[in-house]
């Protein structure tokens, strides 16, 4: 399936409709295997001792896995996350962001499933797993 956004176009899509976190997130690259997003890590996102917190993290696949979707099905605002898992796997890097590399499993036409892996920039093993559903709204 072809791209119908690539990086820059959901980076102007995310500006533009989560202008509240969009500063924090950048997509890295998109292509039509693999989406890889960016959390700019910065004290807002750490939990006492200085590691990212869990819900950083899961911010970060989240709307990864939301992005991979819509560089394939377009600019559709209202796709919702409807399961979601996260495994913890080792403690991020200090002073690292975080790199969430994504790809579909299943878009259908009202459901995708995705799986993400999170690593610290610059490191071999991953820190986190994700996988995902989310519901796409009918066409209207």
Same mark, same amino acid.
């Given at each position: 399936?072809?791209?119908?956004?690539?990086?820059?176009?959901?980076?102007?899509?995310?500006? =533009?409709?989560?202008?509240? $976190?969009?500063?924090?997130?950048? $997509?890295? %690259?998109?292509?039509?295997?693999?989406?890889?997003? #960016?959390?700019?890590? %910065?004290?807002?996102?750490? =939990?006492?001792?200085?590691? $990212?917190?869990?819900?950083?993290?899961?911010?970060?696949?989240?709307?990864?896995?939301?992005?991979?979707? !819509?560089? /394939?099905?377009?600019?559709?605002? !209202?796709?919702?996350?409807?399961?979601?898992?996260?495994?913890?796997? =080792?403690?991020?890097? %200090?002073?690292?962001?975080?790199?969430?590399?994504? #790809?579909?499993? /299943?878009?259908?036409?009202?459901?995708?499933?995705?799986?993400? !892996?999170?690593?610290?920039?610059?490191?071999?093993?991953? $820190?986190? #797993?994700?996988?995902?559903?989310?519901?796409?709204?009918?066409?209207?």
């Amino acid at each position: 399936m072809t791209l119908k956004m690539d990086a820059a176009a959901l980076n102007d899509f995310l500006a =533009r409709e989560f202008e509240q $976190v969009a500063s924090d997130f950048t $997509v890295e %690259s998109a292509s039509e295997d693999l989406l890889v997003m #960016r959390l700019k890590v %910065s004290d807002a996102h750490l =939990r006492p001792g200085g590691t $990212v917190s869990g819900p950083s993290m899961f911010g970060l696949v989240d709307l990864a896995i939301y992005c991979a979707i !819509l560089s /394939k099905i377009g600019p559709v605002g !209202l796709s919702v996350t409807t399961n979601a898992s996260i495994d913890f796997m =080792r403690k991020p890097e %200090s002073g690292r962001d975080l790199l969430a590399r994504c #790809r579909l499993l /299943k878009l259908g036409r009202v459901l995708a499933v995705g799986d993400a !892996l999170i690593y610290s920039d610059g490191q071999d093993a991953p $820190v986190a #797993r994700s996988s995902m559903t989310y519901s796409i709204p009918p066409k209207r």
